[in-house]
Nanobody, 123 residues
Framework: QVHLVESGGGLVQAGGSLRLSCEASGLIFSNYGMGWFRQAPGKDHEFVAAIDWGSGVKLYGDSVKGRFTISRDNDQRMVWLQMKSLKPEDTAVYFC????????????????WGLGTQVTVSS
């Protein structure tokens, strides 16, 4: 059974940083592109970032480009999202997701999801 477990969320002031982690189990991790999405109250899921198996392809949503960095370690079966210069509009539940082969921005293409971790940015 596949499990994706996010951690690292919390409350931070605007301008601050957080590092989210996602630990994967139950899948051949190196076969999967990994993505981060977020959902703010009353809004749809928004694509944040994605990375391919070899870390050679990294995709970012327009609202986080230049502030967020995605990375992974296949040996540790981990993916991270380093978030800097956080803004109140970054407040959301952040989800880790896995998609077989190449990463994409479309939520519906992802096969497995974590339960999410809350990030709250105060002004």
């Amino acid at each position: 059974q596949v499990h994706l477990v996010e951690s690292g969320g919390g409350l931070v002031q605007a301008g601050g940083s957080l590092r989210l982690s996602c630990e994967a189990s139950g899948l051949i991790f190196s076969n999967y592109g990994m993505g981060w999405f977020r959902q703010a109250p009353g809004k749809d899921h928004e694509f944040v970032a994605a990375i391919d198996w070899g870390s050679g392809v990294k995709l970012y949503g327009d609202s986080v480009k230049g502030r967020f960095t995605i990375s992974r370690d296949n040996d540790q079966r981990m993916v991270w999202l380093q978030m800097k210069s956080l803004k109140p509009e970054d407040t959301a539940v952040y989800f880790c997701a896995a998609k077989l082969h190449a990463p994409r921005e479309a939520r519906e293409e992802y096969d497995y999801w974590g339960l999410g971790t809350q990030v709250t940015v105060s002004s």
